[in-house]
C-alpha cells in the first residue's frame, strides 16, 4: 500500500479503491460538514466517481491523495448546492444532548464567512494541520492561520466571549 | 487570563472531538463494474462500513439454528479444518499474553531530496539552467502549471525562496494579480537542489474564478537569481468564471505563484522496521456460534529484510460488539513461539519467509448486515487485516444469481406509462407541480432495484411516498411527487449479483444502473 500513496493514482478499480480507502473518514467528515447529513454519502460519492473518471490526472507534487481527494469533495459539495434549491437555512442540530452551548457554537459558525467556516471545518472538526488545509484551500498556510484567528475572533464575538475574561 | 479567540480555540477543539465521535462510520468503498467502459465506469458504490468488503477477505455465515449463526467459509477461502483449531505445522500456537505496551524502536527517515544537501550547493547562476513551462493540468476546479528549471552545465546548484515571475501580454504587463503562496511541497522546507537529474520547479495555481473579462497571458518572465530574464511560454486565456457558473461579479482571481520547490518530495517521517511487514488473515474456521472462541491465522511477511521480534510487540483485535460500537481485545504476540531465531537467539521474522500465528476471540454480534473483524500489529507502522463476516441469509448466493431474471422497470407519470429507451439512453420526464411519478419493477430479482439517490431527490423538491406499509428505501411501489420547479437527474439500480449475465462469484457492495432518469419538474 505505501507503494501506492505516491506517484500517480492507481488505474485499476481494485487498487484505487485501496488507494482511496485510507482517506474515506477524512472524505466523510468533511462532506458531514459541508452539506446535510442525509446528503453526506451521495457526496462522498460523487467525489470518488470524479476522482475516479480524473485519476490520469492526479500528481503527486501537487500534493497528496488525501489533499486532492478533499479538493474535488469540497468541489463536489459546492456543486451540490449549485444543484439544490435555495431552502430555509438551519443550524445543523447539536451531536452531543449534553452540550447545549454547541447550538450555540453551530448557529455562530453557520453565520462566519464561506471562507472562515471552510479552514474551521478542515482544520477542527476534518483534523488537517495547516500546512494541509492550506492545500486543500489553495492559499498559504500564513493565510490559514490569518482565517482562522478571524473566525475565532467572530465566534468569540457572536457568542459574546469578547467581553468575558477567564483564567486557566 | 485567556483570550476570547483562545477560549474559541479549545471550545472549537473539544466540540469538534465531539462531532468527530459522534459521526457514522465513513462508507466504504467498492468497486463494482467499474471498467472503462465508453461511458466511464457506471459509479463507485459506497455501502455501510459494517456490511462492505474491501481489500477483505469474505466469509459467509450459514445459521444452524434459530438465534445461532454460524460461520461457513467460501470453496476459495482458506480453510482450516472442521475442529475450529488451525494449528498445523509451521504455525506459531496461540497463547493468551498480557499486552505489554513495548516502545518499537523507530528511526529517522529525511525527506527526499533533503535540503540540507541543497544547501551545501552554491547558488544557481542563470548560465547553468534551462526553464520551460511543463503542460498544464487541472483539479477540483484549479489550473495548475509548472516551470520546470534544470541543470543546463556546471556543477550542481541551489535555488530558493520566493521566485521572480512577471506576466506578460503582448509584451506589456498582463493584468493579473499575483499572489505569493508559499511552500508548495508538504513536508519540503528549504533550498532546493538543481542537479543532474535533479530538477526545481516554480507551480503556479490558477483557480476557475475569473469573472471580470478574460484576459490573456502569452509570456511569463521569470527572472532568475542572478538577475537575467528567461522568457517561457504564458498561461494563456484566462479560466472560466466560478467553475463555469457566471456571476456578476467583476473577480480577478489572482495567479498563486509558489516558492521553488523540488519536482517530486517525499516528506521526512519515523518509520520502524516492521514498514515492511504485511499482515493477512486466513484460516477462518467453517463453522463459528456466537459467543464461543473463534480461531484463525495471522501471516506476518517481513518482504526486503529480516525483522528481529525484540521487543515483542503487541497485536490487538477489533471486534464490533454494536452497530456503533467495538470492543478492542489487545494482546502480547506469541513471539516465544517463533521458531525462526538470529544470531542472539532472539525470535525473528526472516525475510520473505511467512510466519503464522494462530489467534483466538470470539464473536458477540453478528447482524444481517456482517460485521468487520480487524487484526492490528500495535507497532508504529500500523499493519492489518480485515475479514467480514456476512450472515449466509442477507447475502445472495451465486446460485441465486445466475437465476435471475431481467428486470423490467416501469415508470407512469398522471396515469402515462412511459415509452422504454434505447438501452444506453436516460429516460427524459417532464411533469408540473403535484404530479406524481410511480416506480414499478417486475422479475424475480425486482424487488433489489431500488431509486438512487433519495436524499437528493428530496433535496431537490420530490416528495417521496413508500408503498403501503413499508419503509422508505426506493424499492419498487414507490412514487415521486413533485412539489417545487427544478431539474434532477436520478438513477433505478440493481446489485450485480442480481444482474442476469451469469454465474458471479459474489455479489456484495457492486450495483448496477438499470435506468438513468432525467427528471424535468415544471410550475
Redesign the interface.
Given at each position: 500500500m505505501a507503494a501506492l500513496e505516491r506517484g500517480v493514482a492507481p488505474q485499476p478499480a481494485e487498487e484505487f479503491a485501496a488507494w482511496v480507502e485510507p482517506h474515506l473518514p477524512a472524505l466523510a467528515r468533511l462532506a458531514g460538514r459541508l452539506v446535510d447529513p442525509a446528503d453526506r454519502d451521495d457526496v462522498v460519492q460523487e467525489a470518488l466517481l470524479r476522482a475516479w473518471q480524473k485519476r490520469t490526472t492526479y500528481d503527486e507534487s501537487r500534493g497528496s491523495p488525501r489533499v486532492w481527494l478533499l479538493a474535488i469533495l469540497r468541489d463536489r459539495a459546492r456543486r451540490h448546492h449549485l444543484r439544490t434549491p435555495p431552502g430555509p437555512t438551519l443550524a445543523r442540530e447539536p451531536v452531543i444532548e449534553q452540550h447545549p452551548s454547541d447550538i450555540d457554537l453551530e448557529r455562530a459558525l453557520a453565520a462566519l464567512s464561506p471562507r472562515q467556516r471552510l479552514a474551521v471545518d478542515l482544520y477542527y472538526f476534518v483534523d488537517l494541520d495547516v500546512a494541509t488545509t492550506a492545500l486543500v484551500m489553495g492559499c498559504a498556510p500564513g493565510t490559514v492561520k490569518a482565517t482562522l484567528s478571524q473566525a475565532r475572533a467572530r465566534l468569540a464575538e457572536l457568542l459574546g466571549l469578547t467581553g468575558e475574561t477567564a483564567d486557566d | 487570563?485567556?483570550e476570547?479567540?483562545?477560549?474559541?480555540?479549545a471550545?472549537?477543539?473539544e466540540?469538534?472531538d465531539?462531532?468527530?465521535d459522534?459521526?457514522p462510520d465513513?462508507?466504504?468503498?467498492?468497486?463494482s463494474s467499474?471498467?472503462d467502459s465508453p461511458h466511464?465506469?457506471s459509479?463507485?458504490?459506497?455501502v455501510p462500513a459494517a456490511a462492505a468488503a474491501?481489500?477483505a477477505v469474505i466469509v459467509g455465515v450459514a445459521v444452524s439454528g434459530p438465534g445461532t449463526p454460524q460461520a461457513t467459509a467460501p470453496p476459495a477461502a482458506h480453510q482450516s479444518n472442521a475442529s475450529q483449531t488451525p494449528v498445523a505445522t509451521g504455525v506459531v500456537p496461540w497463547k493468551p499474553l498480557p499486552a505489554t505496551h513495548p516502545d518499537i524502536p523507530t528511526h529517522k527517515v529525511p525527506p527526499s531530496p533533503d535540503p540540507a544537501v541543497a544547501a551545501q550547493a552554491p547558488p544557481c547562476k542563470a548560465g547553468q539552467l534551462k526553464v520551460t513551462r511543463e503542460p498544464g493540468?487541472?483539479?477540483?476546479?484549479?489550473l495548475?502549471y509548472?516551470i520546470l528549471l534544470q541543470l543546463r552545465s556546471g556543477a550542481a546548484c541551489r535555488l530558493e525562496g520566493r521566485p521572480d515571475v512577471r506576466l506578460l501580454d503582448h509584451g506589456r504587463a498582463a493584468a493579473i494579480p499575483l499572489?505569493?503562496?508559499?511552500?508548495w511541497?508538504?513536508?519540503y522546507r528549504g533550498p532546493v537542489l538543481v542537479g543532474n537529474g535533479e530538477a526545481a520547479?516554480i507551480?503556479l495555481?490558477w483557480?476557475e474564478d475569473w469573472c471580470a473579462p478574460p484576459v490573456t497571458n502569452d509570456q511569463i518572465v521569470v527572472t532568475l537569481p542572478s538577475g537575467r530574464t528567461v522568457r517561457v511560454q504564458g498561461l494563456g486565456k484566462s479560466p472560466i468564471c466560478n467553475?463555469g457558473?457566471p456571476t456578476a461579479s467583476n473577480h480577478k482571481e489572482p495567479v498563486?505563484v509558489y516558492d521553488y520547490?523540488p519536482?517530486?518530495?517525499?516528506p521526512g517521517h519515523r518509520e520502524s522496521a516492521y514498514?515492511q511487514v504485511d499482515a493477512q488473515i486466513s484460516g477462518m474456521p467453517r463453522q463459528v456460534t456466537v459467543g464461543k472462541p473463534l480461531d484463525f491465522v495471522v501471516t506476518l511477511t517481513a518482504r526486503n529484510h529480516d525483522v528481529t521480534l525484540d521487543p515483542c510487540p503487541d497485536f490487538t483485535v477489533v471486534e464490533p460488539t454494536s452497530r456503533d460500537t467495538v470492543v478492542k481485545h489487545r494482546f502480547g504476540l506469541n513471539c516465544s513461539g517463533v521458531r525462526h531465531r538470529d544470531a542472539s537467539r532472539r525470535p525473528l521474522l526472516p525475510a520473505g519467509v511467512p510466519v503464522r500465528f494462530a489467534i483466538q476471540t470470539s464473536l458477540h454480534y453478528l447482524p444481517p448486515g456482517g460485521i468487520k473483524l480487524s487484526w492490528v500489529l500495535d507497532v508504529p507502522d500500523i499493519q492489518s487485516d480485515t475479514v467480514v463476516l456476512f450472515p449466509a441469509a442477507s447475502r445472495p448466493t451465486p446460485s441465486a444469481a445466475a437465476t435471475c431474471e431481467p428486470t423490467k422497470v416501469s415508470l407512469v407519470v398522471a396515469g402515462r406509462t412511459l415509452p422504454e429507451p434505447l438501452p444506453t439512453q436516460p429516460v427524459k420526464v417532464k411533469m408540473h407541480v403535484g404530479d406524481v411519478l410511480e416506480f414499478d419493477a417486475t422479475g424475480n430479482c425486482a424487488d433489489q432495484a431500488t431509486i438512487y439517490?433519495i436524499?437528493?431527490l428530496?433535496?431537490?423538491?420530490i416528495e417521496l411516498i413508500a408503498p403501503a406499509g413499508k419503509p422508505l428505501d426506493g424499492e419498487p411501489g414507490t412514487r415521486l411527487k413533485a412539489v417545487?420547479p427544478?431539474s434532477?437527474e436520478f438513477d433505478i439500480t440493481q446489485p450485480t449479483c442480481a444482474r442476469p449475465a451469469g454465474p458471479r462469484p459474489d455479489c456484495h457492495g457492486g450495483f448496477v444502473v438499470l435506468r438513468r432518469v432525467k427528471l424535468r419538474v415544471l410550475p
Open positions: - | 487570563m485567556t476570547p479567540a483562545d477560549r474559541m480555540d471550545l472549537l477543539g466540540y469538534a465531539r462531532w468527530r459522534t459521526q465513513p462508507p466504504v468503498v467498492a468497486p467499474w471498467n466511464g465506469p459509479r463507485w458504490w459506497l474491501v481489500a493540468g487541472a483539479a477540483a476546479g484549479t495548475y509548472s499572489k505569493y503562496g508559499g511552500h511541497a508538504d513536508g520547479s507551480r495555481a483557480t467553475d457558473n498563486w520547490a519536482l517530486h518530495v517525499q514498514k439517490p436524499g437528493r428530496k433535496a431537490a423538491g417545487s427544478g434532477m
